[in-house]
């Protein structure tokens, strides 16, 4: 089945850094691509997505690319914030049960003043 | 900005009871979506909806799992004889329509069963 792997599980940076995430997809057919981030108790929120039809995608200190043919896309969040520790999870859709969400196992990022 | 929404926000309930989980997607939405995640772990699919059937289900989504939307607003999540391990957040989404349109997920119900 369809599935999506993701790394790191934990992440620590110092404020200022930046953080990549990276995951892999396998269904072929996948073609969005959204990120989320959730934290403790909290529903997950799209802060990015990516199309298939696109390579890479900012929104001011975070970006997303995406490379079809290796089967990879990544998390690019520059001058990390306090506020940026949360779980991120990404996600790929799936080309059946109208496009359900196959998520990755999440990576814990946390931003050291 | 329109939410989806999600009551309870918590349930508490015995082994073998009945739990009904609710849900109001956002209103010009056609595609519906229930997700749960144990505990530290990741989101997982449980069933998609649309057209007043569904349209897809994984494997935890057994005979003890319905789904239904009895009327224009609501969609719930039935589950008939609670397990130890239905214990997690059941999240609730819904998308307006195209392959690649964004599903916005709502606060989550925290379901406990004793």
């Known amino acids: 089945g369809e599935n999506v792997e993701q790394h790191p599980s934990t992440l620590s940076v110092q404020e200022g850094d930046s953080a990549v995430i990276k995951c892999t997809y396998s269904?072929?057919?996948?073609?969005?691509f959204p990120w989320y981030k959730q934290e403790l108790g909290k529903r997950p929120q799209l802060i990015i997505d990516?199309?298939?039809?696109?390579g890479e995608k900012k929104d001011q200190r975070i970006a997303v690319t995406l490379n079809k043919t290796a089967k990879h896309f990544s998390l690019h969040i520059t001058e990390t914030q306090p506020e940026d520790s949360a779980v991120y999870f990404c996600?790929?859709?799936?080309?059946?049960?109208?496009?359900?969400?196959?998520f990755g196992t999440g990576t814990r990022l946390l931003v050291s003043p | 900005e329109p939410e989806v929404t999600q009551t309870p926000s918590h349930q508490v309930t015995q082994m073998g009871q009945e739990v009904i989980l609710r849900c109001v997607p956002i209103?010009?939405?056609?595609?519906f979506y229930w997700y749960r995640q144990i505990l530290g772990q990741k989101v997982e699919f449980l069933v998609s909806?649309?057209?007043?059937?569904?349209?897809?289900k994984s494997e935890i989504f057994d005979d003890q799992f319905s789904v239904e939307r009895p009327d224009g607003s609501n969609f719930t999540l039935k589950i008939r004889s609670t397990k130890l391990e239905d214990s997690a957040m059941y999240f609730c989404?819904?998308?307006?329509?195209?392959?690649?349109?964004?599903?916005?997920f709502g606060p989550g119900t925290r379901l406990t069963v004793l």
């Open positions: 989404a819904s998308k307006v329509a195209g392959p690649t349109d964004t599903q916005y």
């Open positions: 269904d072929s057919a996948s073609n969005y």
């Open positions: 990516i199309r298939s039809n696109v």
């Open positions: 996600a790929a859709t799936a080309n059946t049960g109208f496009q359900k969400l196959v």
């Open positions: 209103s010009n939405h056609l595609y």
């Open positions: 909806f649309y057209n007043n059937e569904i349209s897809e």
